[in-house]
């Protein structure tokens, strides 16, 4: 046989297979990152840090339980118990019999029963068939309704029978009951004592992470059902802008803070507050007779949370002030306010650097910012709260800092004169009106509208007062007077910090402030001095005039003095006819 001829081929077939071989190695390992990385999440770990917190907790509660539980109480049960079932060994024979009469009596009473029953069937057909008969006249309806009246008088019969059947089966069952009794007695007050314990064990099943929950946690297989999952609120009456399109706020929080709304997991200060008060109300009896115990059992736990030799950290913490917050019987619920409603932040993130999370210093930030990888952080990062946080500078409405959470409540509540349970805002709204922010910032709310403003009359100032002291004033209020409720407007820390401004730039920004600050005075002063003359009340060889240096930066002064600075806050300074040239 002739040899077959190789076949000519444009590519080493070796060189393909080795490149298919590749390929098909790298599109493997690409899917398994990728389903890796769609399923290590951060959120994840949360959950799994307050299931350990959780399970930790219940098993010392058990313990507790196990200690407080009487042991003598529970030994006497159990000698009781084995009591009783020497009782019924030796009076066996007597318990069979009972028991097998219980067996027959319920076999006949079953008996009785499904004749009964199917009995009512036919008479119910029969009752149709007997009143179909007479409504349309036929002939055989008297022999129909004779039928219906026939087996209507076995029904009854029957159910007479299932009755007497059903009071004898009872009979032989309170005799083998009489047996049983103090078995069961001794059952149901053993099961009494362990209630609680039973009651955990059940809670303590559903936060292990082993057996069906670990399953269920897999890969590929955290669709079914899962106990590491996202947990979201819908807030149809709130709105957000996405995609050119108001849609209903989705606020996803509580997939990390788990116990937001949970009593139990309170910081150490929290928990101090709120048995202070307890015990307060308790003391002076504010608090119904029946709820004292349910109180007094809440000021326990309390105090165990301030005894923790470690302190609850967020995000695992209960909110603070449930009565008023977050809580389902507050003035502001959960399943209706939501979250970021008041502290803002991105609603339907999961990811702690995408939530829109502010640090309130700057300590924190360089350890939030801390991580290994900061593509994927792990939890050797989140074990020491390094979260591989960066600033979103694409999110409009990032988070309140800690310092600031109250500010979220003028949004409801700026028609208050004060909020309640919020004294910080209510400070900051008298803070404004006092030092007078309104006379340089616009705030549309109703309390700054009538307002006088805050500086003094600046009328005969030339007279009192030098330039060098009016600059003096103007550079640095607080350097002359402490308590002054004057602002510092020049030299601040964002213009003329060597820390973070650069020389040239520095020594520009002192320049143009310098410029300005004597703008402030000339125009100041010239302005007082040409109303001085206008009244009468002031003569012009007391005036003094300013220095000739000290006209520079007329362009600045011009456009600032007049419409930024000192007469927002004067209170009588007259406009004068200025000149086209001035």
């Known amino acids: 046989m002739k040899p077959q001829e190789p076949i000519p081929h444009n590519y080493s077939i070796g060189g393909l297979n080795m490149i298919f071989l590749w390929s098909s190695l790298g599109l493997l390992a690409a899917t398994v990152l990728m389903v890796g990385y769609d399923y290590i999440r951060g959120w994840k770990w949360f959950q799994r840090e307050f299931m350990r917190m959780q399970q930790e907790r219940i098993e010392q509660d058990i313990r507790t339980e196990q200690a407080t539980t009487n042991k003598a109480q529970l030994a006497d049960l159990d000698r009781q118990f084995k009591q009783s079932e020497i009782e019924i060994a030796e009076h ?83 005799r083998v009951d009489l047996w049983l009794s103090k078995i069961k007695a001794v059952e149901d007050k053993r099961k009494a004592l362990n209630a609680n314990i039973d009651l955990l064990n059940k809670q303590l099943t559903t936060v292990e992470l082993k057996g069906p929950n670990l399953l269920l946690n897999l890969p590929m297989l955290d669709f079914i059902n899962p106990t590491l999952k996202i947990d979201q609120v819908v807030i149809p009456d709130m709105f957000i802008e996405m995609n050119y399109m108001g849609v209903p706020r989705v606020d996803r929080c509580m997939t990390c803070h788990r116990a937001i709304d949970r009593p139990g997991f309170e910081s150490k200060k929290e928990a101090a507050r709120l048995s202070q008060e307890l015990q307060q109300k308790l003391d002076t009896f504010q608090i119904a007779q029946e709820k004292r115990e349910e109180n007094e059992k809440r000021i326990e736990e309390l105090k165990r949370i301030e005894d923790a030799p470690v302190d609850t950290l967020n995000p695992w913490r209960t909110h603070p002030k449930l009565d008023t917050f977050v809580g389902s019987a507050s003035t502001h619920p959960l399943l209706e306010f939501g979250c970021t409603g008041c502290h803002r932040g991105q609603d339907r993130a999961t990811e702690f650097g995408r939530a829109g999370h502010v640090p309130p210093n700057k300590k924190m930030e360089d350890r939030w910012a801390s991580a290994v990888f ?79 403003k805050p500086g003094p009359d600046l009328n005969g100032i030339a007279e009192k007062t030098t330039p060098e002291w009016a600059l003096r004033w103007i550079s640095e209020p607080h350097n002359f007077k402490s308590t002054t409720r004057m602002p510092s407007f020049f030299y601040q820390r964002n213009m003329i910090d060597p820390a973070i401004v650069p020389p040239a730039e520095r020594a520009q920004n002192i320049k143009y402030q310098d410029a300005e600050i004597h703008s402030c005075g000339s125009r100041s002063a010239k302005t007082i001095r040409s109303s001085a003359i206008t009244d009468s009340t002031s003569q012009a060889s007391a005036l003094r005039r300013m220095p000739a240096g000290s006209t520079t930066g007329s362009r600045i002064r011009r456009t600032t003095t007049p419409t930024r600075r000192c007469r927002h806050c004067v209170c009588r300074i007259r406009k004068r006819p200025t000149s086209p040239h001035s």
């Open 92 to 174: 066996r024979s007597q318990y069979v019999l009972a028991q097998k009469d219980l067996d027959t009596w319920e076999g006949i009473h079953y008996a009785a029963d499904q004749d009964y029953r199917f009995a009512k069937a036919r008479l119910d057909a029969q009752r149709y068939i007997a009143e179909a008969a007479v409504v349309q006249k036929r002939k055989d309806a008297a022999a129909q309704q004779a039928e219906y009246k026939q087996q209507e008088k076995h029904v009854t019969d029957l159910n007479a029978r299932l009755q007497d059947m059903t009071r004898k089966r009872d009979a032989a069952k309170a």
């Open 374 to 452: 900061g593509l994927v952080p792990g939890p050797w990062d989140y074990v020491k709260r390094h979260w591989a946080w960066e600033e979103n500078p694409f999110n409009e409405t990032p988070m309140y800092p800690r310092q600031y959470y109250e500010a979220g409540c003028i949004k409801c509540h700026s028609g208050q004169v004060g909020v309640d349970q919020g004294d910080e805002i209510t400070k900051a709204t008298l803070t404004v009106e006092i030092y007078g922010c309104y006379a340089c910032h616009k705030i549309n709310t109703w309390r700054f509208s009538d307002l006088r």
